[in-house]
């Protein structure tokens, strides 16, 4: 179903007059909503911004074009804060999440179905947490690599200092360079992020839980992934699951889920895996 006028497909165009457009990058990563570049600060200040994520969706859902939108946010019409530097920030924030890297139309029309449930809602959560990880690549090599390991060995409980301590121990040269007051913020408004997004419990003391990941969330997963190129067993090996996570026997059965309901085709046997995920009416290249 079509969730916008014209004007939305053309709004997030690369270049357009008044949308804050970073310089394209030829990197295969970028092009697929992935965060190809050193680790970042860019969300030592912003964090999950799920509510300001539902406002812009929900906009985009109305009819309006990406344009109207981001002018909407700068005039506080749609973001609240009472400080336009800090409205242009948010905006910044998710421009780079959202519409920077010149996504499938389906990727926003997903995003902009969802944001008609409410806020809290595990489909849209769901499908701002997917994105927030892969535009930030910290975020994605800290679940990934640290909190997925942990929670394999029945690990729980979560520190700022393994955030901290992950940085040290990264071997990515750039956090290196920041100021340890930094490094501490930036630990933990990734771990309040994923507190939102439903990873973490807690507020002083905060424990790993495997959050609730809808359906429409991970055929979403599916589409990106397959649009990436990955097949067979590096589709169900992929870091991504482990955003929620998932080791291989959980992303099966959620596979399995989606085959039954028909929105993929997906056979298991062994070490041989079969996933046919049917382009997306709405648009399935970039």
């Known amino acids: 179903m079509t969730l916008w006028n014209t004007g939305f497909a053309a709004a997030y165009s690369p270049g ?23 680790y970042s600060t860019r969300n030592s200040s912003k964090g999950s911004l799920i509510t300001e994520s539902h406002i ?18 700068l005039a506080g019409k749609l973001l609240r804060q009472a400080a336009r530097e800090t409205r242009r920030r948010i905006w910044e924030s998710l ?22 449930n409410d806020v809290t809602s595990p489909s849209f959560v769901g499908l701002v947490y997917v994105h ?21 060995s ?11 301590d992950y940085l040290a121990n990264s071997g990515n040269g750039q956090p290196a360079k920041w100021r340890e007051s ?3 913020k930036l630990a933990g408004n990734v771990l309040s992020a994923l507190r939102d997004f439903g990873v973490l419990t807690g507020v002083q003391r905060k424990t790993l839980q ?15 992934l397959d649009l990436e190129g990955l097949r067979g067993r590096a589709f169900l090996e992929a870091r991504d699951w482990r955003l929620f996570l998932c080791d291989i026997q959980d992303t099966s059965q959620a ?5 039954q309901r028909g929105d993929i085709r997906f056979e298991r046997s062994g070490r041989t895996v079969i996933i046919e995920v049917p382009k997306d009416p709405a648009g399935g290249n970039l």
């Open 16 to 38: 357009e007059e008044g949308v804050l457009t970073l310089p394209s990058r030829p990197d295969t990563n970028d092009r697929f909503g992935r965060d190809p570049g050193p």
């Open 56 to 73: 812009i969706f929900r906009a985009l859902a109305s009819g309006k074009s990406v344009s109207e939108v981001r002018d909407a946010c």
């Open 95 to 116: 421009h780079w999440r959202f519409f920077a890297w010149n996504p499938p139309s389906w990727v926003l029309a997903d995003l902009a179905s969802a944001a008609r």
């Open 132 to 152: 927030y990880a892969r535009r930030d690549r910290l975020t994605l090599d800290f679940v990934a690599d640290r909190l997925w390991p942990s929670w394999k």
């Open 154 to 164: 029945g690990g729980r409980e979560v520190r700022r200092a393994d955030v901290t």
């Open 182 to 184: 930094t490094r501490i």
């Open 210 to 224: 495997r959050p609730v990941v809808a359906p429409e969330v991970v055929l979403h997963l599916c589409r990106l």
């Open 255 to 259: 596979l399995a889920q989606l085959a």
